[in-house]
C-alpha cells in the first residue's frame, strides 16, 4: 500500500509518499516531492521553477499540480492540512490550490483525509503551537525511515525554511495517516497510544464535530 502526505502552499508544495507493508503497514520505504524558485535548491525530488515563467498563479497551478499528480498516481490514500480559519497570507489563492489538488484527487479514486493543523503540530511534536524549527527537531530525532534531508537548507528559525520545512511538514502528515490506518485496521490499539496521542483521535472541533475515526474518508462513491 502506498500513501501520501501533503503540505499545500501556492509556491513551494511538498509531498511524502510512504510505501507501507501490506499486513503490517510498516514503512517499507520513503519517497519526496517538493518545489523551489531557488536554482541551487534544486535537487533530486526538488523540482526548479521561476515565478516569471508564469502569467497567472493558475498558470503555475496546473504546472505544478501535473507533477504532484504524477507523483501521487500509485497512491490510495492521501492526507493533508484542513484550512487555517483566520490565517493570513493570500488564503484565497491557497483555498483555489488547494481545491484544485483535492478535486484532481478526488476524481481519479484517492481516499482523502484533512487534519486540523494544531493536530498536525500537536502529533509530531507534542504542542499544538509548535513552529517550524520545532517541527524539524521532532524530525531530526525520529528513528522511522524518512526523507533524506541533508542536502536541503537547514532550519535554525521558527519561521521555516523551503523546501525543507515543506518536506517535513508533508512527512509528519503522511505519518499521522498511517497512524490512523493501523488503528482502523487493528493493528494497534487506541489504548496502547500516549495520551497525547489518544486525545487528538477523539478530538473534536466546530468544523469537524465528529473525531477522526468516526469520520468518512473523502472519496468518490
Known sequence: MKIAGLDISKNAPGCVKLTLDDSTLDITAVEFCGFT??????????????????NFDQDKFIKLEKIIFDFLKDVEFIALEDYAYGGS?????????????????FLDGKK???YDI????????????????????????ENELKPDI??????????????????IDAYWISRFLQL????????????????????????????SPENILATDFIEKR
Open 37 to 54: 524558485s531557488v536554482k541551487k535548491n534544486e535537487m533530486s525530488g526538488i523540482n526548479f521553477f521561476k515565478k516569471d515563467d508564469f
Open 180 to 207: 490512523e490506518l493501523k488503528l482502523r485496521k487493528g493493528l494497534i490499539n487506541l489504548k496502547s497510544l500516549d495520551e497525547t496521542k489518544i486525545k487528538l483521535f477523539n478530538r473534536t472541533t466546530r468544523s
Open 89 to 105: 497570507g493570500d488564503m484565497t489563492g491557497l483555498a483555489e490550490f488547494t481545491g484544485f489538488i483535492k478535486i484532481k484527487q
Open 150 to 167: 541533508s542536502k536541503m537548507p537547514a532550519v535554525v528559525k521558527g519561521s521555516g525554511a523551503s523546501p525543507t520545512s515543506d518536506i
Open 112 to 114: 482523502i483525509r484533512k
Open 118 to 141: 494544531p493536530s498536525i503540530k500537536v502529533f509530531a511534536t507534542g504542542h499544538g503551537n509548535s513552529d517550524k524549527l520545532s517541527m524539524y527537531n521532532a524530525f531530526i530525532k
